[in-house]
């Protein structure tokens, strides 16, 4: 299964070698504190895993080449854990950790800690939270074809229902880079270029997910949202 999952990344990656969206990158936001979860939301059961670890590992299964984990609060908790997973995955993705110091300002502090930490150029970008769990091939419906004389932001609608990860090209990259709370962050960035965005219909729930609670958490487990195989 893990080496017919490789196989059509390759595929996927040849294929589209020669295209515009050459390489594609993802920043993973895991700086927060979880307060309203009570206990850090990064290493919570999600499957088999722990959900940063599921998160890094549906990366390593998806067309993403290169990923930056942002840090923050108890970060020493969870760095080993992401060095650990750099050799496990370096064969499919190279992983940065790179560390916030201001994660009290907000997820868009961390949005601008993970574009800093990119270490080659990216011509598309998922921005993805730790408590947003999403299967490797929704993050490939997502970037694959983006900005290659397509749209230049995509997000994911499930039943109708707009979800997680936003998606967008470097053209947007100096804008993500002056991103803040104060002039509400991604949010504003969206509002301000509608013309450039496509709503794409995805088949998987858990782009609507949102684990910012107990009872979030819960509900997801219990509607068996950390399997795999939840299409609807």
């Given at each position: 299964?893990?080496?017919?999952?490789?196989?059509?990344?390759?595929?996927?990656?040849?294929?589209?070698?020669?295209?515009?969206?050459?390489?594609?990158?993802?920043?993973?936001?895991?700086?927060?504190?979880?307060?309203?979860?009570?206990?850090?939301?990064?290493?919570?059961?999600?499957?088999?895993?722990?959900l940063?670890?599921?998160?890094?590992?549906?990366?390593?299964?998806?067309?993403?080449?290169?990923?930056?984990?942002?840090?923050?609060?108890?970060?020493?908790?969870?760095?080993?854990?992401?060095?650990?997973?750099?050799?496990?995955?370096?064969?499919?993705?190279?992983?940065?950790?790179?560390?916030?110091p201001?994660?009290?300002?907000?997820?868009t502090?961390?949005?601008?800690?993970?574009?800093?930490?990119?270490?080659?150029?990216?011509?598309?970008?998922?921005?993805?939270?730790?408590?947003?769990?999403?299967?490797?091939?929704?993050?490939d419906?997502?970037?694959?074809?983006?900005?290659?004389?397509g749209?230049?932001?995509?997000?994911?609608?499930?039943?109708?229902?707009?979800?997680?990860?936003?998606?967008?090209?470097?053209?947007?990259?100096?804008?993500?880079?002056?991103?803040?709370?104060?002039?509400?962050?991604?949010?504003?960035?969206?509002?301000?270029?509608?013309?450039?965005?496509?709503?794409?219909?995805?088949?998987?729930?858990?782009?609507?997910?949102?684990?910012?609670?107990?009872?979030?958490?819960?509900?997801?487990?219990?509607?068996?949202?950390?399997?795999?195989?939840?299409?609807?």
């Amino acid at each position: 299964m893990a080496g017919s999952a490789e196989a059509s990344r390759i595929s996927l990656l040849n294929h589209w070698s020669g295209r515009a969206c050459r390489v594609w990158g993802a920043i993973l936001l895991a700086a927060g504190k979880s307060t309203r979860m009570g206990q850090l939301k990064a290493l919570l059961p999600w499957g088999n895993t722990t959900l940063i670890e599921y998160q890094v590992q549906q990366m390593s299964r998806s067309v993403i080449q290169q990923l930056v984990v942002v840090l923050g609060y108890e970060h020493q908790r969870l760095e080993p854990v992401i060095r650990k997973l750099q050799t496990q995955y370096r064969d499919q993705l190279n992983i940065i950790i790179q560390i916030n110091p201001d994660y009290d300002e907000g997820k868009t502090a961390s949005i601008r800690a993970g574009l800093a930490g990119l270490t080659r150029p990216v011509k598309a970008l998922a921005i993805i939270g730790v408590d947003q769990p999403v299967l490797a091939k929704t993050i490939d419906s997502l970037l694959l074809g983006v900005g290659d004389k397509g749209p230049e932001i995509r997000i994911p609608v499930y039943q109708g229902k707009r979800g997680h990860p936003p998606v967008f090209t470097d053209r947007f990259f100096p804008e993500l880079r002056e991103v803040n709370e104060q002039t509400e962050g991604l949010r504003q960035i969206m509002k301000s270029n509608q013309e450039y965005i496509q709503l794409m219909e995805v088949r998987e729930p858990q782009v609507l997910l949102n684990l910012n609670r107990e009872e979030d958490y819960r509900k997801a487990l219990g509607m068996g949202l950390d399997r795999e195989d939840t299409e609807r």
